[in-house]
């Protein structure tokens, strides 16, 4: 098996190497307000340029957070209702930044 690009892992300690659309998918469906209220995805190294996370919001939602210190966007934050959406997005920002990064 080859090295990971990236990890997520949320609150509660589940985390997926390279994480698919659908598992980010899994990953943000299973957040939850009291014990589980966030997710990290950052590249497998130790000094990562970018990270995204996503965490629940108390009236509802999520806080979507993109940073990326190489490039313009230094910090994005949105927020979104749609477990769907957050997951296509990250995994087409995630693979503009794997892709740069070769």
Same mark, same amino acid.
């Given at each position: 098996?080859?090295?990971?690009?990236?990890?997520?892992?949320s609150?509660?300690?589940?985390?997926?190497?390279?994480?698919?659309?659908d598992?980010l998918?899994?990953? +943000?469906d #299973?957040?939850?307000?009291?014990?589980?209220?966030?997710?990290? +995805?950052q590249?497998?190294?130790? #000094?990562?340029?970018?990270?995204?996370?996503?965490?629940v919001?108390?009236?509802?939602?999520?806080?979507?957070?993109r940073?990326?210190?190489?490039?313009?966007?230094?910090?994005?934050v949105?927020?979104?209702?749609?477990v769907?959406? %957050?997951?296509? #997005?990250l995994?087409?920002?995630?693979?503009a930044?794997? %892709?740069?990064?070769r």
């Amino acid at each position: 098996m080859g090295a990971a690009y990236y990890r997520a892992e949320s609150e509660s300690g589940d985390h997926i190497e390279d994480p698919s659309e659908d598992a980010l998918f899994m990953l +943000i469906d #299973d957040l939850n307000s009291s014990d589980n209220t966030f997710v990290v +995805i950052q590249p497998d190294e130790d #000094d990562p340029v970018w990270f995204t996370s996503v965490a629940v919001l108390d009236e509802g939602g999520y806080e979507v957070v993109r940073r990326d210190t190489t490039t313009s966007l230094d910090r994005d934050v949105v927020t979104e209702t749609s477990v769907d959406r %957050i997951a296509r #997005d990250l995994t087409i920002w995630m693979a503009a930044r794997s %892709i740069s990064a070769r």
